[in-house]
Nanobody, 124 residues
Framework: VQLQASGGGLVQAGESLRLTCVAS???????????LAWYSQGPGKQRTLVAA???????NYADSAKGRFTISRDNAKNTVHLQMNSLTPEDTAVYYC????????????????WGQGTQVTVSS
């Protein structure tokens, strides 16, 4: 499975960004995917789960993302989005789209598929 993320950029605090990730691969590989998620890695920080959604629509958000970010997916288009509102400089990070055949998990090692990352920079 290949994951192609886009939508990052440079914005000012308080503004919004919408990240998009498209999954591609064989039909069997795509059909095996259950949870899609976004991880972030800020400068000098570990990768952390931002938001995840399984095929049934169940979601999980990091505390820092609750109320500001919304994850959504279109299973027919093999696409997952992350709508990020009210961005702050603390949101500055590389955001990775990830996928797993298993359910939602905060363990990065459980996500077998990782995209290349898209940079989000929020200026104050």
């Amino acid at each position: 499975v290949q994951l192609q993320a886009s939508g990052g950029g440079l914005v000012q605090a308080g503004e919004s960004l919408r990240l998009t990730c498209v999954a591609s691969g064989s039909v069997s590989e795509i059909n095996e995917i259950n949870a899609l998620a976004w991880y972030s890695q800020g400068p000098g920080k570990q990768r952390t789960l931002v938001a995840a959604m399984n095929r049934d629509g169940d979601t999980n958000y990091a505390d820092s993302a609750k109320g500001r970010f919304t994850i959504s997916r279109d299973n027919a288009k093999n696409t997952v989005h992350l709508q990020m509102n009210s961005l702050t400089p603390e949101d500055t990070a590389v955001y990775y789209c990830v996928a797993t055949r298993y359910g939602i998990t905060a363990q990065a090692g459980n996500y077998a598929y990782w995209g290349q990352g898209t940079q989000v920079t929020v200026s104050s």
